[in-house]
């Protein structure tokens, strides 16, 4: 490879590595955690509440500094349990094995995204 070829390619991983950053950080912050189990809302819980909640006795979801964490869970692989916590609209928690589904919302108001004349 010529030295032009490093040149490009550590261009491209600089922007790349620049917009994952401002996605990253600019990410709107969640406002409530909906809990779905076997495809029905369970229940929407505020963030800005710390909280725990007990989901059908299979799952223990913990709210607290902002931020969804699934606590405790009787699945055995317990893939759910060592997820990170979540906060940002659009992330969530699975838990498979006991149908199990908590994604965080951002306020029920929608925002102008532009106007066209």
């Known amino acids: ?10 261009c491209i991983l600089l922007i790349a590595a620049v ?3 401002f996605f990253l950080l600019t990410g709107k912050k969640a406002q409530e955690a909906v809990v779905t189990v076997d495809g029905e809302v369970y229940g929407t819980y505020s963030l800005a509440k710390d ?7 299979g799952n223990r979801l913990r709210i607290q500094n902002g931020q969804a ?13 060592h997820q990170k916590a979540i906060f940002r609209t659009g992330e969530s928690i699975i838990c498979l094995p006991n149908q199990v589904v908590v994604s965080v919302q951002g306020s029920k108001e929608s925002e102008l995204d532009g106007i066209v004349n």
């Open 69 to 81: 964490k699934m606590e405790w869970a009787d699945c055995p692989d317990q893939l759910c349990v």
């Open 19 to 21: 917009c994952a950053g």
């Open 51 to 57: 909280q725990t909640i007990e989901i059908q006795d």
């Open 1 to 10: 490879m010529k030295k032009r070829d490093y040149i490009l390619i550590g």
